[in-house]
């Protein structure tokens, strides 16, 4: 097996791993493990797709969530790709906010720059242009934030996921 991490900088980590395995077998230990009456863990399994979540007790805000994708290469060889990140519901929501930011940066641009072609006071689309940008950067580091609180859960679960695949 090998394994490809990309940077850390990332509030989404990704890695792909090589398997000499068949796809099918790959999958199927996830769904033994998962339906095993001991396992914690919440999970939805279509196709060679698999979405790990974490225990409904221990799930919050911050809570990560792993996706999986198991791809046929040849016979007997697999590629696993893996995701970590927050739910969607929440990844929707930070990206709405991050889409926001922008639009209004455009627009309190635009509106800083009418209002100073026509000399008028410009004071506050000036600083909402300024201000924005610092949002946005604060923004970034609630996600930081937020990947640091959950990165014990997603060790749990990328322990899991290992112990699965080596079963």
């Given at each position: 097996m090998s394994e490809y991490r990309n940077s850390n900088?990332?509030?989404?980590?990704?890695f792909k791993m090589n398997f000499d395995d068949d796809q099918l077998n790959l999958i199927k230990k996830f769904k033994d493990n998962l339906e095993d009456g001991n396992c914690k863990y919440c999970s939805k399994i279509v196709d060679g797709h698999i979405v790990i979540d974490v225990p409904i007790n221990e799930n919050h805000f911050w809570s990560?969530?792993?996706?999986?994708?198991?791809?046929k290469?040849?016979?007997k060889t697999t590629i696993v790709k893996g995701l970590f990140g927050p739910k969607p519901q929440v990844w929707t929501l930070f990206m709405f906010f991050h889409f926001a930011v922008a639009v209004f940066f455009i627009g309190f641009s635009v509106m800083a720059y009418?209002?100073?072609?026509?000399?008028?006071?410009?004071?506050?689309?000036?600083?909402?242009?300024?201000?924005l940008p610092i949002v946005w950067i604060v923004m970034y580091f609630l996600g930081r934030i937020g990947k640091k609180r959950g990165h014990k859960q997603m060790d749990e679960l990328y322990v899991f996921m290992m112990k699965t695949l080596y079963k």
């Open positions: 900088i990332h509030l989404r980590p990704r990560p969530q792993l996706n999986i994708e198991i791809e290469v040849k016979e009418v209002q100073r072609t026509l000399k008028s006071d410009n004071f506050f689309a000036l600083s909402m242009v300024f201000a």
